[in-house]
């Protein structure tokens, strides 16, 4: 309901996307027979936007453009990506992570109003002023630092992601999909706030992790 996501409906979908995604999803099984039950489904989002990703326990979604822009194996590397999420319940963690902000946000209302409150007393209102304007900027560096530890976990989800293709027997199919990526999505460097909160590593790094582990490069990584 939230991300727009709907069950494979018309003939092309089910016939292009269904012998797919039971290729790789067998593939899962036979290496970890706990994914197969709650049984994981396939889905389509209606966006031009080339993106996939996994929803909840048991849905893996792909966007209308990941399947008219990816070929089958690069959708099959892909997909294998997402069931690697549900299967190190990294959307679980997700969602906690979802709860806890609510949570916290509530709380900063809470106190926020109180502040504002209390700014109506003549005699309060030097200290709240000052109180206040602390408890921003702990706030601030709270939530900067949350956003930062949560993007090293998420990036390092990315990862393992990648690798679980690769375990899947769909590597070199995973790098062509980075390419694919690296190639409609170059944007700049960015800052270094950018940086430490990002949810994925670059596109380039990913490639080069795992041609790395294909044997296609040496590692270099250790010169910088």
């Known amino acids: 309901m939230f991300n727009n996501v709907r069950r494979l409906e018309t003939s092309q979908e089910k016939e292009k996307l269904r012998p797919i995604f039971n290729e790789v999803y067998n593939k899962a099984k036979e290496a970890d027979p706990e994914l197969a039950s709650p049984r994981i489904e396939i889905c389509i989002v209606d966006s031009i936007a080339v993106n996939a990703y996994a929803l909840g326990t048991k849905t893996v979604a792909v966007t209308k453009g990941a399947l008219d822009t990816f070929s089958e194996d690069e959708l099959k590397a892909v997909i294998a990506h997402e069931i690697s999420h549900l299967k190190n319940f990294d959307t679980i963690a997700k969602s906690y992570v979802l709860v806890g902000n609510g949570i916290i946000t509530f709380n900063i209302i809470i106190v926020k109003l109180a502040y504002w409150l209390m700014k109506k007393i003549p005699s309060l209102r030097p200290f709240v002023e000052i109180t206040d304007k602390v408890f921003d900027g702990f706030v601030f560096v709270l939530l900067l630092l949350s956003n930062i530890v949560l993007a090293i976990d998420s990036r390092y989800s990315e990862r393992k992601a990648d690798y679980y293709a690769v375990e899947l027997g ?12 690296e190639s409609i999505s170059l944007r700049g460097i960015g800052g270094i706030i950018e940086k430490l909160t990002a949810s994925h590593p670059r596109v380039t790094s990913r490639i080069e992790a795992l041609e790395i582990a294909l044997g296609v490069q040496e590692d270099e990584r250790d010169r910088w």
């Open 170 to 181: 769909y590597g070199e199919d995973m790098v062509k999909a980075l390419y694919v990526l």
